[in-house]
Structures are given as structure tokens and as C-alpha cells.
């Protein structure tokens, strides 16, 4: 069997700094390895609409950024294909498929999706596409015959319920699809950031990111109006590390060269947490230390962003012929799923000579 990667992200907003850790950095080094037949990485712009109905501009406009971000962090379309999900009609017609064989109240046991609801207000109303964008999850994930898919942890449910739709359908229909595997990032902080404000994961639709595309005033800025431990009022206090935004940053991005470069007078990460909950070490010299850490690694992703902002019509023709290649392979699934259905009735020869058979003996 191959090894094949899907991946991807809804273009309701610029690439952000969870992204980056989250998914993204190991995205590069996953295609970089040379161990996987065939990478493809979504712009998920179909599943979008499920809450922005409303608002398609919003994705029309952040499709292109959000290819901009995966070019500057090193996707390279050699070596992944990326595509949009609108562009694959395919993908709705096995989503229908799929959507026989799960109910509407794992659906709603759904965790992932259930706390999105909420975060949405969609508790009284929630539109049927929302509720069931787990099962075209599936239909992405399956299209491509992927086994591996790199994602946070709060993606895990939607991984556990495509496993389930497979393991269905090879039981009802035969063995057809290939079950998924979820890969963790390694840094189990980098599974989750939390947002600037301390108060929920980095996420677009809170407002509470650093973007990718940030220039360095604004990174500095938002960095220095970071919460810390409210605790930790003057220098001398002692301070929290614990659910401390500045520590979980500098925990997921650090290494010991940033503190030989930065810090020289702490040997590593624990030595400046150990300070920090000593007292004795001020919340403006850490984030000084996390802004200095930031600007180092988001410059040259920024400096590619702006090489490819140059010839953009050359983006949207990586997206086309993309999404060229990936209808080709998800129009190959529809036919294996199609034919195990036993619903391929003009390529059914058996089927065909049967109802001739049939109807000449009835004659």
C-alpha cells in the first residue's frame, strides 16, 4: 500500500502561528523525507461555506492567502499537490454516499464539533452542512486513498469518525477504502497554542493570532500585549509558568541556540522558567526574548510570502493544475465506490446480460 498524506485548512483567514507549529512545519518536513508516494494539502473552501454562508467573499479573498502562507513555509507543488475542494465535485457525491452510513446523533456526540458549534452560537440553529462536515472530512480523507494525516489534537474525533465510515462501508459494500491514521506533532505544546489573550486556542475567528504574514512591528506589538500570569505584578514575585501564553510560545518555538543568541546567561528553557517562578525575572525581558525568537523565524517565511505575491497569477495556476490532479484520483475512488455499491449500471456487463437473460426467457 502507499503512503499518502491529506492535509489541510479552511481559507477563512490568514495562516497563523498555531498553524505553523500545529501542522505546517511538519507538513515541510513529512514532503521533505521522501517517505510518502503522494501528498496532497486541501484549502478546504467548500467546507467553509458550512459557516460562511453569508460571507463567500470572505473566502474567495483568503484562498490566496492561505496558498501564499503554504509556499512561503515550504510547500513546494513539485512534491505536494494543492488543490481546492470546490474544484473536486467528486468529493460531494461520495460525502452523499457517506452520509448513509452515519446517524445524526453521533453526529451530534461529535466533540470537535460539538465545541465549534458553541464557539458559533449554533447550539438553536445550526446549519445541516456544519453538523455534517465531518462526513465530507471523510470524503477527503478517503478520495485520495490517505493514510496519514497529519493534525492537532482537536482534530482526533474527526479522524475517529472517518475510521468509522470506512470500517462501515467494508463491512456493508467489501473492502474498498483505506482507514487513516492521525499523526501528532512530536511537541506536545504545538498541538494547541492558546491565544494571545490566554483564554482559548490561537484561532482567526477570535481574533486572538500572529499571523504568519505579520510584519515585525505588529508581531513585537502583539507580543509585548500578551497575557502572563496576573499573579506576577512586580518583578520580585514569584510567577506562574503554568498556562502562562509567553511559556507555552516560547516551550513550542525555543531551542538552545535562540538562548545562546538571546539569553546567554541561561543555559535552557527550564533554567528561565525556574527564574520566572522564583521571582526575580520580569514579564518585559521573557517577551523581549519570545519577540526576539518570533522576528528570527517568521522573517524568512515573510520574505518568500512577499516573492510569491509577485507573480500571483502563477499561484492560482499551481492551484489549477492541482486540483487538475487531484480530480483525476478522486474520480478514480468514485468509480472503486461506485462499482462496490453495485450503482456503476452501464459497466455492469454482469448486470446488463442478466436483465437480457431475464427478459428473453420471459419472452
Not at 464539533?113 to 452560537?121: F, G
Not at 510584519?215 to 514569584?238: F, G, L
Request: glycine content about 4%; aromatic content about 8%; proline content about 5%.
Amino acid at each position: 500500500m502507499k503512503n499518502v498524506i491529506l492535509t489541510g485548512d479552511r481559507p477563512t483567514g490568514k495562516l497563523h502561528l498555531g498553524h505553523f507549529v500545529g501542522s505546517l512545519t511538519q507538513r515541510v518536513m513529512l514532503q521533505n523525507s521522501g517517505k510518502f508516494e503522494e501528498i496532497y494539502i486541501e484549502i478546504a473552501d467548500a467546507q467553509a461555506t458550512t459557516d460562511n454562508a453569508d460571507n463567500i467573499e470572505k473566502i474567495r479573498q483568503n484562498i490566496i492567502e492561505v496558498a501564499l502562507d503554504y509556499l512561503a513555509c515550504g510547500i513546494d507543488p513539485k512534491k505536494s499537490t494543492i488543490f481546492l475542494q470546490s474544484q473536486i465535485p467528486e468529493l460531494c457525491e461520495l460525502t452523499f454516499y457517506y452520509l448513509n452510513l452515519v446517524t445524526l446523533a453521533r453526529l451530534q456526540r461529535n466533540p470537535t464539533v460539538k465545541q465549534e458549534m458553541k464557539q458559533r452560537n449554533f447550539e438553536k440553529s445550526i446549519p445541516v452542512g456544519f453538523l455534517t462536515y465531518p462526513v465530507s472530512q471523510a470524503a477527503d480523507i478517503t478520495a485520495f486513498n490517505a493514510n496519514i494525516i497529519p493534525v492537532g489534537d482537536d482534530q482526533l474525533p474527526m479522524i475517529e469518525q472517518t475510521k468509522e465510515i470506512v470500517r462501515t462501508f467494508n463491512n456493508t459494500y467489501g473492502k474498498t477504502l483505506v482507514e487513516p491514521t492521525a499523526v501528532l506533532p512530536e511537541n506536545e505544546t504545538c498541538c494547541r497554542l492558546p491565544g494571545l489573550d490566554g483564554k482559548a486556542k490561537m484561532s482567526k475567528s477570535l481574533g486572538n493570532c500572529i499571523y504568519l504574514s505579520d510584519p515585525p512591528e505588529e508581531i513585537k506589538r502583539k507580543v509585548m500585549e500578551m497575557y502572563t500570569d496576573p499573579n506576577h505584578v512586580k518583578v520580585s514575585d514569584p510567577g506562574s509558568t503554568k498556562n502562562n501564553p509567553v511559556f507555552i510560545y516560547l516551550e513550542a518555538f525555543v531551542t538552545d541556540e535562540h538562548l545562546k543568541k538571546y539569553l546567554p546567561e541561561y543555559k535552557n528553557l527550564e533554567e528561565l522558567k525556574n527564574h520566572y517562578e522564583h521571582g526575580g525575572l520580569g514579564d518585559v525581558k521573557v517577551k523581549k526574548f519570545l519577540n526576539d525568537v518570533l522576528q528570527e523565524i517568521l522573517a524568512p517565511i515573510r520574505k518568500r510570502r512577499e516573492e510569491f505575491q509577485k507573480d500571483i497569477p502563477e499561484v492560482y495556476k499551481i492551484l489549477y493544475e492541482g486540483s487538475k490532479k487531484a480530480r483525476k484520483v478522486a474520480s478514480e475512488t468514485v468509480n472503486k465506490v461506485k462499482t462496490a455499491m453495485g450503482i456503476n449500471y452501464f459497466e455492469d456487463t454482469e448486470l446488463i446480460n442478466y436483465q437480457i437473460e431475464k427478459f428473453q426467457k420471459n419472452k
